[in-house]
């Protein structure tokens, strides 16, 4: 990719973030501008900011990097995402808005009035903010590194400066705008550039199903192995050997490899003739996805299915930067509007990402050896079109892959900052709020500099197992079940968000690399959801004399519109 078109197109897309988020910060003015933009926020604008948060790093390059390697078992990912809105919508949209919350932990204390409640919240608020921000932090990184060649860690230490002074500057209200704007930016990012691909691939002669045969490279193509890696071959293979193979080292030799595992290590180049079949990379890299997580797909696709769809079908309700937008709208009718404009917003954004997954199998193959499969969609555009025509699309991609980073990160870092700031630091004014952004943006920024991590998709993919497993219990069953407790909703929060969580970090670390318990710890949901929410009904029904006396009125204002409150009251 021609670097002197995209890397302006990034610096354009930071220039018009941090001038947006101006425009934000000139109309900031009280306490409630900042956490709440006041709570007149409408459904069009509203829905265009949280689809412009919602749609990540995972949603632009994630999807179609495991669509690539994965195939269609995949499209479950964008299936989930959007039917997240759904459960949201009928479940917890208009209750949770009528609660008059700032944050999560603000109604579990509102429905619970309880502090140790509150602050076990607070704790998973932050836990899944940080776990969500570092695969958008790395893949900024990714991004830039595709396009100059600069060190992995620039990308995400330049979206960490610009978040933080967005957000800092002008919280709610500014990202508000600064959302919207880049979720019509990430669109038209995708769109456009669909366009141009699927007439160049309908004119190219290319197979027509990217999935009925087995990956092979249309032209001779070189790959640089930036890892140490495993590969599978099925059939016999005649590689150029740049570096070293099964412990020998070659010197632009031509090897003739027989069916087995090879060992390539790092530094190593290999060049496959046209026609040649693509192999499988058993471990260190397979196609940007954690092996792990690749493997346990291949030993259990069932359970790994099931397992992804209950995710991401519960977690959307608990992500901190999601639920946090609903607090913006003027009443539970609007919050409900929203909802269903975001359905419509997100599903015709999903369509597209499995497109260049498709795509990227017929022309960018190697991808799914070299460890970089999430740059599928950055790299479509000069392979397929080429030219001042393919530099022009490309720098399109890149600008709305730098949204994505930018609108993900600023709604996070804006959840994980008013936790912070309300239950943290020791005031909760505006300068603390400041003080809590940088705290919010420093620690998911260290780790992303220090370690590396799952690919985007499949990290973004565990935070939901979390978020699923600990708040989609409390909202549900603290919105519509009366007989909750605080000692109830505290343990079902450390039981089930507690055990993913503790799944979610021995994956990670990749803690066992099979077998049937690889397959529980990767996909936790199917447990720690149920289990979340039957200790919280257990616990509540031993410690029934725990309710807390308000619950009846508290209960109703979730329930009754403003218009019959207002008028009961009158």
């Not at 991590?453 to 978020?467: C, I, K, N, R, Y």
């Amino acid at each position: 990719m021609n670097s002197s078109y995209a890397v302006p197109a990034v610096a354009l897309v930071v220039v018009a973030t941090v001038l947006v988020g101006a425009f934000g910060l000139r109309i900031s003015r009280t306490t409630s501008d900042f956490y709440v933009a006041s709570r007149t926020v409408g459904p069009r604008l509203n829905a265009a900011a949280i689809s412009g948060e919602y749609l990540s790093a995972a949603s632009f390059l994630g999807i179609a990097g495991l669509v690539l390697v994965q195939g269609r078992d995949m499209l479950w990912y964008p299936v989930g995402y959007t039917a997240g809105y759904l459960v949201l919508l009928l479940f917890v949209a208009a209750p949770l808005r009528r609660s008059g919350a700032y944050t999560l932990p603000d109604f579990a204390e509102a429905r619970l009035a309880s502090q140790a409640v509150r602050r076990l919240a607070g704790a998973f608020v932050v836990g899944v903010g940080w776990l969500y921000l570092l695969p958008q932090l790395q893949g900024a990184g990714l991004t830039l590194a595709v396009l100059t060649g600069a060190p992995d860690p620039l990308g995400g230490i330049i979206v960490a400066v610009v978040v933080v002074a967005t957000v800092a500057a002008g919280g709610m209200r500014s990202i508000t705008f600064v959302q919207a704007f880049q979720y019509w930016l990430k669109l038209t990012a995708l769109l456009v550039p669909v366009l141009f691909l699927a007439l160049a691939w309908q004119g190219d002669g290319a197979p027509r199903h990217a999935f009925d045969e087995p990956a092979t490279f249309r032209e001779q193509r070189s790959v640089r192995f930036d890892d140490t890696v495993d590969l599978r071959l099925e059939r016999p293979l005649t590689v150029t050997v740049n570096g070293t193979v099964d412990a020998r080292p070659h010197a632009a030799a031509q090897v003739s490899l027989p069916p087995g595992t090879h060992h390539i290590e790092r530094g190593t180049r290999l060049t496959f003739a046209a026609g040649s079949a693509v192999p499988v990379a058993d471990r260190g890299s397979n196609g940007g996805m954690s092996t792990s997580l690749a493997t346990g797909r291949e030993e259990r696709p069932l359970y790994a299915t099931y397992g992804l769809i209950l995710a991401t079908f519960l977690g959307t309700m608990g992500l901190p930067h999601v639920v946090v937008r609903f607090y913006t709208s003027p009443h539970g009718v609007a919050a409900r509007r929203t909802t269903v404009a975001v359905l419509a917003l997100i599903g015709g954004f999903y369509l597209l990402p499995p497109v260049y997954g498709a795509l990227g199998r017929l022309y960018a193959p190697e991808l799914t050896i070299s460890g970089d499969a999430d740059a599928a969609v950055l790299l479509l555009p000069d392979r397929m079109i080429g030219g001042l025509g393919g530099d022009l699309l490309g720098a399109l991609v890149s600008g709305g892959a730098f949204a994505a980073f930018l609108s993900t990160t600023s709604g996070l870092t804006m959840a994980v900052a008013g936790v912070l700031t309300q239950d943290v630091l020791p005031s909760r004014g505006v300068r603390h709020f400041r003080l809590g952004t940088v705290l919010a943006m420093a620690v998911p920024l260290a780790a992303s500099v220090l370690v590396g991590g799952l690919p985007v998709a499949d990290a973004v993919g565990l935070a939901f197992a979390v978020s699923a497993s600990s708040f989609c219990p409390l909202l549900v069953l603290g919105i519509w079940w009366r007989r909750l407790t605080p000692p109830g909703a505290a343990t079902g929060m450390l039981v089930g968000g507690g055990s993913a969580f503790v799944a979610v970090a021995a994956t990670m670390a990749g803690f066992p690399g099979t077998g049937p318990l690889h397959a529980l710890l990767a996909w936790p949901a199917l447990w720690s959801v149920p289990l979340g929410f039957l200790t919280m009904i257990l616990v509540s029904l031993a410690t029934a004399a725990r309710v807390p006396p308000g619950t009846a009125a508290i209960l109703a204002r979730f329930h009754l519109p403003e218009e019959v409150r207002a008028e009961a009251k009158a």
